[in-house]
């Protein structure tokens, strides 16, 4: 984290870095059956497929780093006894594509697993009131 006071402006930056999150990977799927005693016979009871993932070791796995950097500009007024701030932000200013999960498909030979990624560049812009 880092602040700078440009003329009227005041300039942050904030670089986060961390670990991977833990998280169970899943290593399969199967297909969750009950017995009907009355049929004699195994099914899905009429709610069609239901799969089941099995999961490996719990938070045996971990997701890749994440980085990101978030910058703001503020610029304050003074009016009478108030100080009106108002500010324009950018969280994630570069688009890194951190991972926020995965999503397994195992209806596909070999499964797949694809990342979803965490926030993409997010502006805002608003007004802080002190008085």
Do not use: C
Not at 40 to 65: D, V
Not at 117 to 131: A, C, E, K, N, Y
């Amino acid at each position: 984290m880092a602040s700078w006071r440009l003329a009227k402006y005041l300039l942050g930056v904030r670089l986060g870095y961390a670990t991977g999150t833990p998280y169970t990977d899943i290593v399969g799927e199967i297909v969750r059956r009950f017995y009907d005693p009355e049929l004699n016979a195994f099914g899905t009871r009429g709610a069609g497929s239901q799969e089941e993932f099995i999961g490996g070791p719990r938070n045996g796995a971990r997701l890749p780093t994440t980085q990101r950097l978030d910058v703001d500009v503020t610029r304050s007024y003074r009016v009478g006894g108030t100080t009106i701030a108002p500010y324009l932000s950018i969280v994630n200013a570069y688009d890194a594509k951190n991972v926020f999960l995965y999503v397994f498909d195992y209806s596909k030979s070999p499964p797949t697993r694809q990342a979803i990624s965490q926030f993409p560049i997010l502006p805002s812009i608003g007004v802080t009131i002190h008085f």
